[in-house]
Every structure is written in structure tokens, then in C-alpha cells.
Nanobody
Framework: QVQLVESGGGLVQPGGSVRLSCAASGFTLDYYAIGWFRQAPGKEREGVSCISASSGTTYYADSVKGRFTSSRDSAKNTVYLQMNSLKPEDTAVYYC??????????????????WGQGTQVTVSS
């Protein structure tokens, strides 16, 4: 029973902050690169961030650099995405995904083995 579950989404005002969680069961996240993707209505799913399994190196889309931060809590088998200075264009369903071997660029969906169900983030005043 390999499973990823996102949580923490909701309604937030522009300029506000939200922390998303990606919790794993059935496997240990420490051995996987964890990517965050988002999909807004009428748009393709896009890569937001990734944290590597080994070094903890993080990657971010240009649109979120300086505002979003990905991190791990190994004791809780959870990865977080801290989202600050939120903008209306950040509104989307956010997904986490796990990759054992990141053979493709970090923002390519085909490189990930397991996906969560998604959590809605709405940025509106």
C-alpha cells in the first residue's frame, strides 16, 4: 500500500502564506525525490518544486523562486511546501509526487512513480 496524501490547502488572501504537507505511507520518503506540481483550470500541469533524495537540493520554477520553499521532516515521513507571498495566479490544485530515480528533468511528470490526490489552494481576497 504505497500512498501519498497532500493536505494543508485552502483559501488564502493575496500576500498570505500556506504550508502544504505530503505524507507517505508504505514507503520511506527519504529515498525519493519529491516533486510538487500544480494545475490551474484550463492549463497544463506544471512543475513547481522538487527536493532531491540524497543531497536535499531543491529546484523551483521561476514563477515561485524566492516565495516557495520545499523541505523534509524524515521523522514524520513528510515533505512540506511552504508558500509565501501568494498571488492569485498561484491558485491551482497542488500535487506531490515521488521518484526513485529522477532520470528526467525535475519538472517532467514522466519522471515520477507515485502521485497524491491533490489539494486545492485558492488565492483570493
Amino acid at each position: 500500500q504505497v500512498q501519498l496524501v497532500e493536505s494543508g490547502g485552502g483559501l488564502v488572501q493575496p500576500g498570505g502564506s500556506v504550508r502544504l504537507s505530503c505524507a507517505a505511507s508504505g514507503f520511506t520518503l527519504d529515498y525519493y525525490a519529491i516533486g510538487w506540481f500544480r494545475q490551474a483550470p484550463g492549463k497544463e500541469r506544471e512543475g513547481v518544486s522538487c527536493i532531491s533524495a540524497s543531497s536535499g537540493t531543491t529546484y523551483y520554477a521561476d514563477s515561485v523562486k524566492g516565495r516557495f520553499t520545499s523541505s523534509r521532516d524524515s521523522a514524520k515521513n513528510t515533505v512540506y511546501l511552504q508558500m509565501n507571498s501568494l498571488k492569485p495566479e498561484d491558485t491551482a490544485v497542488y500535487y506531490c509526487a515521488a521518484s526513485r530515480s529522477l532520470s528526467y528533468r525535475w519538472n517532467r511528470q514522466r519522471g515520477y512513480d507515485y502521485w497524491g490526490q491533490g489539494t486545492q489552494v485558492t488565492v483570493s481576497s
